[in-house]
């Protein structure tokens, strides 16, 4: 059986040569944080590249669909988005971006003073609003089709094949699993995926390989349970007075606790087979 993922002991630099035909490569730093993916940061003369190849067969599919989705919503919000190449060796699928200029919110987040956790928790919260109010039909943006294209059902496979038993017991029964899928969602809305500038505004928004058809509290809930707990009250505020509503504070309590457990499950198992420490 031919496989279509990558494993670490490739030859990386070669791929990665190619991909950028015409420029020197003068550093290749192997990101050991990349736990779905393996990942590169390419330095040339005068910009940086990232490159990710996927562990194995259900990352490659949402390589796939990181890039497609990402395709669809750039340019259509106020906020920079991921702006992805999708590349091949060998019919085996990789990504490559070009560096935002900025750090990770997880950088940061723990050293802003109060008028800026304001500020960014605005613009966190009008990302969100934009990206949930975004028109769209869904066979405009996806050609694939073998991987979940839905939230919910994505979820399910990536529990399936990355956790214990433990936590696909926990998923079975939530309430989680059934919420209508009305609007598009980023679906790992974390502070590891929002770059910010010197001045701590959004540089841009990456990595939508979650991205597709949800329910808007995903996402907030999502980035709530990811940040400081100073953060949660102006991003509640913020995007009930942008979108006009009222959220069901009880469903972020519920789904903040949800979105944490996968995340615990899910480093469990990474620790298991080795990749994370």
């Not at 940061?108 to 109010?133: G, P, R, T, V």
């Not at 496979?157 to 029964?173: A, P």
């Not at 929002?194 to 949800?214: K, L, P, S």
């Amino acid at each position: 059986m031919i496989k279509k993922f990558f494993v670490p002991e490739e030859d990386f630099a070669s791929m990665i040569k190619s991909a950028l035909p015409g420029k020197e490569i003068k550093k290749l730093n192997l990101i050991t944080t990349g736990w779905t993916n393996i990942v590169y940061e390419a330095e040339t003369e005068n910009e940086s590249y990232f490159f990710r190849f996927p562990r194995d067969d259900f990352w490659i599919r949402t390589i796939v669909k990181d890039c497609e989705f990402a395709g669809f919503v750039k340019g259509k919000t106020s906020y920079t988005t991921s702006d992805l190449k999708l590349l091949n060796d060998n019919n085996r699928f990789f990504s490559m971006h070009q560096k935002v200029k900025g750090q990770a919110l997880t950088e940061k987040m723990n050293d802003l003073n109060a008028e800026e956790i304001e500020k960014l928790s605005y613009e966190i919260s009008d990302f969100m609003y934009q990206l949930h109010s975004m028109p769209f039909e869904k066979e405009e943006i996806f050609s694939c089709d073998n991987i979940g294209l839905d939230l919910v059902d994505f979820l399910n496979e990536l529990i399936e094949m990355h956790l214990d038993q433990e936590n696909k017991t926990f998923w079975k029964y939530q309430e989680f699993r059934k919420k209508d899928n009305t609007c598009l969602v980023h679906g790992d809305f974390n502070p590891g995926n929002i770059i910010v500038d010197e001045n701590n505004h959004i540089a841009a928004v990456i990595d939508f390989g979650f991205g597709g058809f949800g329910n808007k509290y995903f996402d907030i809930s999502r980035i709530i349970g990811r940040l400081p707990a100073n953060f949660k009250e102006p991003i509640i505020r913020n995007y009930e007075k942008i979108s006009g509503e009222k959220l069901d504070y009880k469903m972020l309590e519920t789904e903040t606790d949800i979105w944490s457990h996968i995340d615990s499950g899910y480093i469990k198992y990474m620790q298991k087979v080795g990749i994370c420490k």
